[in-house]
């Protein structure tokens, strides 16, 4: 059985590659598989005191990201859909065995694979090799057995949407911790202390998530007897949590094909605001998104999770206010570009309503460009409070008028970028009833979203690089600070007139495509 | 063909019954969709579930197949309890759900290829079913085009040949004939027809009237979740059009107001 859930995942991705999804998964697995091996040839160079400290460290990273990052940033790997798996004989046991066997193959499991495998590389004898590639497989295989077991015992909950909000709260609170965590290390120590990460991996290592890993960094050095007692160990625990995964699933393949009230993914975003031949679609817009913060827990929560990634997450500058620098502020309307990242799939939340947007109103650029000045409002409030904060805190007043305008300008531009990005990439929330509230019936989606995105980000860097260079000149030069104040929120204007204009033409002219893509049931 | 249809050799002794539901109950939330329905299958019959949207067609058939947990009542499905032992009775069964979950990104002949293997087929065995059910199904020519590329008549093709791919003894099919055009119907039926007259139970629901009523030999009306009649064919329209059996037993909408304004 497990070697037809494996060939049935290898023939499902290999016939992705021939769909228009297929670029998408390739260039993920490229950029994928850059990262594992860059972290490979790290491990690879340390030496055998660094790797035994390394190993757990990254091994533990390893897991926690898998089983909490589907959960805050909403993917995972679904290639085969458990609910397509019902109607067969089955049982929990077999199922979870097979999927987690084929749920190593893939572009994440494969570059975490290739990284670890740096300090594989370094065993000097044959047995240690072997154990080292054991201890791979088990550390991959704990992390995604993990993961599934906690989306399928989590999906009911997860499929509603205050839940999804909770969850998009604390992945802002995530990112936002790492982010102000780094930049104030980063501004307070000359490099991360050799010392604390040690200490680190000396307490993961004792915990189920790092025994795999610390026997594989063991095994890396030739140590034999310890490691071979920690892979029995997660050997172990992995068949428990096998066998738990299979009673889940077998309980949840019989209890999620209703769909639950609660859940308002596909309502109409404009229900109450919608008339025939309403003629300034874009204020309907805007009152319909100020209504929903007004009333709308949803759209409370989302909001307080942005911010929250804006204001704290999106910081790059945090280490020179710490520092007292003043030009800082100006740094601080940097954080008005990431509208670009949280609204760049607008039409995706609520997709499944797509058909009635388009039956009530005219054009669809309205609508997205409703939306995306919404969300480069969000930008520039998250932009305003930083600066504000890093003014009072530094003194540097000089700079906050200017900070503001460039805080426009950005917001503007990436909520502009992400508008043409929801367009050319849009992900549909996934809500099929699925044990897994995040699978979808195209595999690869999330790789093709993925690329877009990064993609859109990097096109908003370079889009406002005039406005960075003002910035770099305002620093020393007053008269600098002045042009920006026109300069830098007309620049940006002009730049969301653009993208949303061909982004509206777009959305318009692949209208059939876009509520295929967006209203399909998974 | 002349094997006979996939039964569970641990089951016990077959009684008339296919299908024997008791006192089946399912709420969702404040809404009761299947009221403590009782219903018997004839074994070997092409049985009807009628009713109108929202009756709890869907939701007894996924009830009845494992595929939904009841609040209450027994399923016994060829003898075996489906809650007692889900598998046992898949084992036996065909679905084709109202949602067709296939694997979209196989293509036909994988899609047939992969159901077989899940199923416990070898795979000489598996490649022999599908080709043969690919060409009777009128899909040879779609066999190497993705699920995902292919028509509503196509997919639904696609889905009864899963679903009969290992002889099943009781078949369920939720709308079989919704969005199908009348010459991929005319296949579907032909291929329902072989799978009864070798012996199985085929039981389907529909709101389309004609089609159960020249299809079925015995039929069930449901309304609000419960059976409000049902019979063999002959016995149950007793000369009358089922159209208006119907009707009658799920109540007669209240003549409405004229709509001047449509005419005027």
């Known amino acids: ?522 | 063909m002349t094997e006979r249809p996939n039964e569970d050799a641990s089951s016990p002794p077959a009684s008339d019954s296919a299908v024997s539901l008791q006192g089946l109950t399912k709420r969702f939330g404040k809404k009761l969709a299947v009221d403590g329905l009782d219903l018997e299958v004839p074994r070997g019959t092409f049985f009807g579930l009628v009713g109108p949207n929202g009756a709890g067609k869907s939701t007894t058939l996924k009830l009845t197949t494992g595929l939904l947990r009841p609040d209450s009542g027994r399923a016994i499905v060829n003898g075996i309890d489906v809650w007692q032992n889900p598998n046992a009775v898949k084992q036996v069964i065909g679905v084709v759900p109202e949602d067709l979950r296939l694997f979209e990104r196989l293509t036909g002949r994988e899609l047939l290829h992969y159901v077989a293997l899940l199923r416990g087929m070898d795979r000489k065995e598996a490649a022999r079913r599908a080709d043969e059910l690919l060409r009777f199904l009128d899909l040879e020519e779609a066999a190497n085009r993705l699920v995902i590329d292919y028509s509503a008549g196509m997919r639904k093709k696609a889905a009864l040949g899963a679903a009969v791919l290992h002889r099943p003894a009781v078949l369920f099919l939720d709308e079989p004939f919704e969005s199908v055009d009348p010459l991929s119907v005319r296949v579907l039926r032909e291929l329902l027809e072989q799978l009864v007259a070798g012996g199985a139970t085929v039981v389907f629901s529909s709101h389309v009237m004609e089609v159960v009523e020249r299809l079925c030999d015995v039929i069930a009306v449901v309304h609000q979740g419960r059976v409000v009649a049902s019979g063999r064919r002959e016995e149950l329209c007793n000369g009358r059009r089922l159209e208006d059996v119907f009707i009658e037993a799920v109540g007669a909408r209240p003549q409405q107001a004229d709509l001047d304004w449509l005419t005027s």
């Open chain 1, 1 to 522: 059985m497990i070697s037809i859930f494996v060939r049935l995942k290898l023939r499902l991705l290999r016939n992705v590659l021939r769909t228009s999804h297929g670029l998408g998964v390739v260039a993920f697995t490229v950029l994928a598989l850059g990262a594992g091996a860059t972290i490979g040839l790290f491990a690879n160079s340390t030496s055998d005191t660094d790797r035994v400290i390394f190993s757990p460290v990254f091994g533990g990273i390893l897991v926690i990201t898998w089983l909490v990052g589907p959960i805050l940033f909403g993917a995972s790997d679904e290639t085969i859909d458990t609910t397509r798996l019902a109607l067969y004989p089955l049982d929990g046991d077999r199922l979870a065995t097979g999927l987690a066997v084929s749920g190593l193959i893939g572009p994440g499991p494969i570059a975490a694979a290739v990284a670890l495998a740096g300090v594989a590389s370094r065993a000097p004898s044959i047995p240690s090799a072997l154990l080292a590639a054991v201890a791979i497989a088990a550390t991959l295989t704990l992390a995604t057995v993990n993961s599934r077991l906690l989306l399928t015992a989590l999906g009911s909950s997860l499929r509603k949407r205050r839940t999804r909000d909770l969850a998009t709260v604390a992945a802002g609170l995530v990112v936002g911790a790492l982010g102000a965590a780094s930049q104030i290390l980063s501004a307070t120590s000359d490099s991360i202390n050799r010392a604390t990460v040690a200490t680190i991996a000396d307490v993961v290592r004792l915990t189920p998530i790092g025994w795999s890993s610390d026997a594989l960094g063991r095994a890396s050095t030739g140590e034999l007897l310890v490691p071979i007692l920690e892979l029995i160990a997660t050997m172990a625990l992995i068949s428990l949590l096998v066998r738990l995964w299979g009673r889940v699933l077998s309980r949840a393949l019989t209890e999620v094909t209703e769909a639950d009230e609660s859940n308002e993914v596909g309502t109409s975003m404009i229900r109450a605001d919608a008339q025939p031949g309403f003629d300034n679609p874009l204020r309907v817009i805007l009152r319909k998104e100020r209504r929903y913060f007004s009333r709308h827990p949803r759209y409370r929560l989302q909001v307080v999770s942005q911010l929250t990634v804006l204001i704290v997450g999106g910081a790059p500058f945090l280490g020179a206010v710490v520092q007292g620098d003043k030009a800082a502020v100006l740094l601080g309307s940097i954080p008005g570009l990431t509208a670009g990242v949280t609204g760049s799939n607008l039409l995706g939340p609520d997709g499944r309503s797509l058909w009635a947007e388009v039956v009530a109103m005219p054009s669809l650029t309205p609508l997205l460009r409703g939306r995306s000045l919404a969300f480069a409002f969000l930008g520039f409030v998250g932009a305003f409070i930083i600066t504000l904060g890093s003014a009072i805190w530094t003194g540097g007043w000089q700079y906050f008028l200017p900070a503001l305008a460039c805080a426009i300008g950005m917001a503007l531009t990436g909520s502009g970028v992400g508008s043409f990005t929801s367009v050319v990439a849009p992900a549909l929330y996934p809500d099929d009833g699925s044990p897994n509230p995040f699978a979808t019936s195209t595999p690869g989606s999330g790789c093709f979203t993925a690329v877009f995105t990064f993609t859109g980000v990097g096109i908003g860097l370079v889009l406002i690089v005039p406005i960075l260079i003002g910035m770099a000149g305002a620093r020393d030069e007053a008269w600098v600070r002045l042009a920006l104040l026109p300069f830098a929120p007309t620049y940006g204007f002009v730049i969301w007139w653009l993208t949303t204009r061909a982004a509206g033409k777009r959305a318009n002219r692949k209208q059939p495509e876009l509520i295929t893509q967006l209203a399909k049931a998974a």
